[in-house]
Each structure stands twice: as structure tokens, then as C-alpha cells.
């Protein structure tokens, strides 16, 4: 089936260190997105990327950064890590407007504790 | 931009009682609405979504109704069961402007049995 999957599921890091979250899909959606889940904070977007050569911030973009290496992988990276980072990060994609299909298909997650 | 709030955040109900969670948007260029569901430990599924052009949407338990004007959306779960037991996230979006979602920060309903 046709499926998002992210890399790792679980990754404990140290304060200062670099660590990349990696994204793929065979959905074969044009559009990917970055997303980090905090209890009672819903799910904020961090980055979205509506294909290769387009990168946007969403509305927590500080201290991360993307990188789109081909339509099926969006990859989001964490310069220097720091505790208030520690969250789920979800990846999602979806198709564009117009195809009646919406809605996102996100990855089964990774978990991230920075100590 | 965009802003949606999201009530309650915890909702507890009787198996076979209906539960309603409660959605506000702010851009009035939004307009396509989803509900999804999270189970513990799993991704947010999508389970239903609403358009801008219409007012109600039902699949089997559940239904979405759109009041436009006031800006705001409802998730409407009957006979509730068990496996209802989950977080539930609203969204917003422009479909053809903006084009992201913007989610609720999240209502967990717990089923009591």
C-alpha cells in the first residue's frame, strides 16, 4: 500500500547536537509537510514544500530547517538541538487541489527527547 | 493567518451517549474542514471532512455540520463504543489559497463503558 514513512520512529539526542529526521512516500503527493504535536497544543506546522524547488516556513520554523531531495523525500533537520524541542514530529503529504482528495496522509511519527 | 480553537480538550461520555466536539475558525477564505483521529500511539487518521458548500456531512456514527456564518464546525459522534476512545483534531484550510492546514489543539474522548 502506498504509505508515509519516517525515520526513526524513536531517537534520543543530546543538547547541541545535529539530528535528522527523514520522510518519504509512495503516494506519489506533491506536497510534504513537517508538522511537531505537543500536548494540548495540537499539531503547529514547521515547514511545508509543495514540490522539489518550493520551501516555505510554517508558523514555528526557528530552529529547524528542510530539505526537499525529491518529490517522495522531505527531510527536517535540528542545527543544534535543545530540551523544548523534545515533541513528536510528524510528516504528512497530500495531493493537489483540484483531485477532490484533500485531506493529509501522515507518517507514523518520531518521537524526539533532546536531553 | 488562520486560527483554530478547538473545545473541549477532554470529553467523557457514556458508551451508547453521544459526544460533540466544537470548532471556531478565524479566515472566512477557509474552506475545507477535516476531522481526524489519533489513537494512542498511532498517526491521525482522517475520518471525515466537510466543504465549504455544504452544511452537513454523515457517515454512519458520525456527521459534520458547517455553520459558515458563525465560523464554526461540529463533530457529531451517536452511539458511541470503546474503540471511539481517542484524540480528535478540527483543521482548516483554503484549498486554494494558503493550502495548509492549520489543526485544533486536540479534544481526547474517553468512552466509558
Known amino acids: 500500500d502506498a504509505d508515509v514513512t519516517q525515520t526513526p520512529r524513536n531517537r534520543i539526542t543530546k543538547t547541541g547536537k545535529r539530528i535528522m529526521l527523514e520522510c518519504s512516500q509512495t503516494k506519489g503527493h506533491d506536497r510534504m509537510y513537517w508538522y511537531r504535536q505537543d500536548p494540548g497544543l495540537g499539531l503547529r506546522l514547521i515547514y511545508y514544500s509543495f514540490d522539489v524547488k518550493d520551501i516555505n516556513k510554517g508558523e514555528i520554523s526557528d530552529g529547524y530547517s528542510v530539505s526537499r531531495q525529491a518529490q517522495a523525500k522531505f527531510s527536517l533537520s535540528l542545527e543544534s538541538a535543545i530540551p523544548n524541542q523534545t515533541a513528536l514530529y510528524f510528516c504528512?503529504?497530500?495531493?493537489?487541489?483540484?483531485?477532490?482528495?484533500?485531506?493529509?496522509?501522515f507518517g507514523s511519527g518520531t518521537r524526539l527527547t533532546v536531553v | 493567518g488562520e486560527n483554530v480553537e478547538q473545545h473541549p480538550s477532554t470529553l467523557s461520555v457514556q458508551e451508547g451517549d453521544s459526544a460533540v466536539i466544537k470548532c471556531t475558525y478565524s479566515?472566512?477564505?477557509?474552506?475545507?474542514f477535516p476531522w481526524y483521529k489519533q489513537e494512542l500511539g498511532k498517526r491521525p487518521q482522517l475520518i471525515i471532512d466537510i466543504r465549504s458548500n455544504v452544511g452537513e456531512k454523515k457517515d454512519q456514527r458520525i456527521a459534520v455540520t458547517l455553520n459558515k456564518t458563525a465560523k464554526h464546525f461540529s463533530l457529531h459522534i451517536t452511539e458511541t463504543q470503546p474503540e471511539d476512545s481517542a484524540v480528535y483534531f478540527c483543521a482548516a484550510k483554503e484549498e486554494w489559497g494558503a493550502q495548509k492546514l492549520v489543526f485544533g489543539q486536540g479534544t481526547r474522548l474517553t468512552i466509558n463503558p
Open positions: 504528512a503529504t497530500s495531493d493537489s487541489p483540484g483531485t477532490g482528495n484533500s485531506g493529509y496522509t
Open positions: 479566515d472566512s477564505a477557509s474552506n475545507y
